[in-house]
């Protein structure tokens, strides 16, 4: 594999090839200049950078360790090292870049962060930063998800953060998204938006892969410790792509290791009801970025759909995308059907209950593990991010394995 | 009559010209039509015809409601050129506001070739800055369409340089930091912001739009700028209505009290 020297990119305005960019509103490119500036500044900062380590070291719980799963390796037919992001403060990786821009809201001067939600983990993990850092702070949620995801909304409340439930469109995350980007376009002197993924216009996908990418860092150090040598595999779910990114960074020139990303197949790629933008989807712009997405033969945005709330987004980051077109990373999808039945054999072999979204990681790993055992000739190491825990996830699954009363009748913070 | 020909002679009239907005295919492609063919003999000199997105960034709720029920009721891109024709084909000058995946999804070059023959003379580009419109600005060209690019308050000087060098016809000026949709008053930024357009360049016609919904407003704008850009206020004369015709009957009544406005300066 012949990649160019990866880590270099993006390009001075935000381009990963033909992906990424700008696609904004003029009124939004003078606060994306000043984030590019500042974010700049303070990467080139050790007191900023010292700062975020602090933090992440003494308040998120990181490095997460690097944990190899006996039983699950049995049963797969692979060593299976799983990255436990899931035992970070607020249970994913998300924390790691709400902590950053947090810092650089601080860093700019700007007293109130925004943020958009889908199932309200990058909210809560929104509101935690901001209360740490005594930041206002407002989270756009669709009004369908703050439904179904009571009980994160009361969490986001409980830690002072205000949640606007948005009315408008599909009343999902996109939609959040949208709303988020008005608010920024009316505030922005005194508004940072805090992005959730490493998408949307420049220089989000860059300083979010960033603040994440101590994930494939941390755990390409870990693995060489554990094992003396690289693993055959990383693999990781992507929905906006933000702990994909972070874990396969670190790894990109390492040309020996493959890597996976996994995309919710919802009920099946074919049955058009799915959110893998890159292997059912096509390129356009949606939020500020070129990437690939959802969307009909006029480019209109189509809905996507996945048991899994976090993945549920009808786009990607535009790092994923350059990474599939060049062959670096391969993407693949991976139906609801398939993730639960990886979430149950974590659960039962491990005794880790994942999040739903790390679940399509782990199907994924059972998936290439024949095929890398067959190319290879040998047991595989496939190290999987494990990105969250599960238990924003209990009442999901428990109606889908049927072990619980229908999620509408369950009293919110009973299961907590 | 091409945009500069409007804005020259509004000059030579000594007003400003009064831009009406509406979306295509709301609340269907026919009704649309009349309602543009309406708003243009009541007195607006350029329909801007608004292209339904599933998530327009810039728009506040009218445009978005708008917006859902064209698309609810099936609007294609293809029904849109249909409807500039129609409207240019009625004596109207006619431009496009669109966001740009649509044109992505079309062709760029293929929908500049199109949006000409159906009439159009202009395209104004709310989420596609200069920046990112080397395709576009080479297509434009070669199908002669004029380009409009927004610029915002928080627009630095080499940015408004920038943008208006880039722009043919006019610039459209945000009068303020925020969405589309009218406000109880007209935006204290705007003077400001048109003046700083004009040390840029002294010469560009500036289209100054958010936020104005009746006559006294559009003076008020039209005593500092060249063209007044009225949307949200204009389409929810139809979509508050009880009926099609007191419906048509509002929007026919505020286009020509706008239009007594921007020549009222």
Known sequence: MTAPALPSLPDLAGHFGRYGGRFVPEALVKALDELDAAYRSAKADPEFQARFQDLLLNYAGVPSLLYRATRLSEKLGAEILLKREDLNHTGAHKVRNVLGQALLAKRMGKPRVIAETGAGQHGVASATAAALLDLECVVYMGEMDTERQALNVARMRMLGATVIPVTNGSRTLKDALNEALRDWVTTVDNTHYLLGTAAGPHPFPELVRDFVGGIGVEARAQVLEMNGKLPDAVAACVGGGSNAIGIFHAFVPDEGVRLYGFEAGGDGVETGRHAASITGGSVGVLHGNRTYLLQDDDGQTIESHSISAGLDYPGVGPEHAWLHDTGRAVYEPVTDAEAMAAFTLLCRTEGIIPAIESAHALAGAAKIAPRLREELGRTPTIVVNLSGRGDKDVHTAGAYFGILDPVETVVPGENT | ?265
Request: with cysteine; aromatic share 4%; proline share 5%.
């Open chain 2, 1 to 265: 009559m091409s945009i500069s020909s409007v804005f020259d002679k509004a000059k030579v009239e000594n007003r400003s010209v009064l831009v009406g907005c509406m979306p295509a295919g709301f609340p269907t492609v026919d009704d649309s039509i009349e309602q543009m063919i309406e708003m243009h003999r009541a007195g607006c000199d350029v329909i801007e015809v608004e292209l339904p997105y599933s998530d327009p960034v810039m728009d506040g709720p009218v445009i978005q409601k708008a917006s859902d029920i064209a698309l609810a009721n099936g609007v294609r891109t293809r029904d849109t050129l249909k409807i500039i024709d129609a409207v240019s084909s009625a004596g109207a000058t006619v431009v496009l506001m669109t966001y740009w995946n649509p044109i992505e999804k079309y062709g760029v070059d293929a929908f500049a070739r199109d949006l000409a023959s159906a009439g159009a003379t202009g395209l104004i580009t709310p989420d596609l800055i200069p920046d990112e419109a080397q395709e576009w600005i080479a297509a434009s060209d070669k199908h002669k369409i004029d380009r409009t690019f927004l610029v915002a308050p928080s627009s630095t000087a080499e940015r408004i340089a920038m943008t208006v060098a880039n722009c043919r016809g006019f610039v459209y000026a945000t009068a303020l930091m925020g969405v589309t949709g009218a406000r109880t008053s007209v935006s204290s930024q705007a003077p400001e912001l048109v003046t700083r357009i004009r040390e840029a360049d002294p010469d560009i016609a500036i289209g100054v739009g958010l936020g104005v919904g009746n006559g006294k407003q559009a003076a008020e704008v039209a005593a500092f700028a060249d063209g007044v850009i009225v949307g949200s206020a204009l389409i929810r004369c139809v979509l508050e209505a009880p009926d099609r015709a007191t419906g048509l009957d509002r929007l026919r009544a505020l286009s020509a009290e706008l239009a007594e406005g921007v020549r009222s300066r």
